[in-house]
């Protein structure tokens, strides 16, 4: 009935917001496109953003152009039942996020695609749970194997600590006596990893680790050049650092190392 119309609509859009994605509708004869308004939000795109088909392709990864690209034009010629694929883009803040983009087209009598109609939605903070996942399972891995070393387990900490953080370069210093030393790095060059094995990281307020020692708490220091009390100049000019993020170690309370990203 008309009136049951309304309260359908409203159940099918939170149907799909409860899964973080919302409609479009692209006229493929004309090169337009409709999204529905609670795809801005979901894809963080204003309507000025995103308002024709072009608007969307262009923010998508260069790396996932070709596979869209040919993805797509499979689905056209009629060779896949539906276009279906997972894809990086930029949002409204240039910050690259990862979308789920699926749609049927539409064909005329002659088999040709005229409409095609679908779903999108962002899908980053899956994806992250997912590297989280992997990460921890690379971990345990290691870590489960009846004669494991304790290198091993921290170089590979060391690695899913980057790529989760989405760092340049990840470091674990150990408490050694009452200094900590570099344990394991990833991303540091040889000429830095060199210089940081030789180095003696006492507890203070001079270093990331020696003040994540110290206040025995996660420490964001945004840049080193524009904190007076970082000393350790090498981290600028052999290092190449700026932005630095440091989380203790805890045993019992004591921080007996420091992960650095």
């Known amino acids: 009935s008309i009136e049951a119309l309304p309260h359908a609509e409203e159940r099918y ?10 409609l479009y509708d692209w006229d493929i004869d004309h090169d337009t496109c409709y999204y529905a308004p609670g795809l801005y939000r979901i894809l963080g795109l204003t309507p000025k953003q995103l308002a ?8 998508i990864h260069p790396d996932d152009q070709p596979l869209f690209r040919y993805t797509l034009a499979q689905h056209l010629k009629g060779n896949t039942p539906r276009f279906s694929m997972e894809l990086r883009y930029r949002d409204g803040e240039g910050r690259w996020r990862w979308a789920r983009q699926a749609g049927i087209a539409r064909r005329g009598k002659e088999g040709r695609a005229h409409r095609m109609v679908g779903a999108a939605g962002d899908i980053t903070e899956n994806k992250r749970v997912d590297e989280m ?5 690379d971990v345990l891995k290691v870590m489960s194997r009846s004669t494991f070393e304790l290198q091993v387990v921290l170089d590979q900490l060391v690695k899913s600590a980057a790529t989760l953080c989405e760092a340049d370069v990840a470091s674990i210093f150990r408490l050694d006596g009452d200094v ?20 003696r990281i006492e507890v203070g307020r ?7 020692a110290q206040e025995r708490t996660t420490i964001h220091i945004p840049d080193i050049l524009a904190d ?8 600028v000019s052999i290092g190449r650092e700026r932005s630095l993020l440091g989380v203790p170690l805890l045993r019992e309370g004591v921080p007996i190392g420091v992960i650095g990203v």
């Open 180 to 199: 900590y030393r570099l344990a394991s790095n990833f991303g540091f060059s040889t000429e830095y990893s060199k210089f940081l094995r030789s180095r």
């Open 52 to 59: 024709t088909p072009k608007d969307w392709t262009d923010r």
């Open 228 to 235: 007076k009390e970082y000393a350790l100049s090498q981290a």
């Open 206 to 212: 001079g270093t990331l680790v020696g003040r994540v």
């Open 13 to 22: 859009a939170l149907a799909l917001e409860s899964i973080n994605e919302n």
């Open 133 to 137: 996942m992997r990460a921890s399972a």
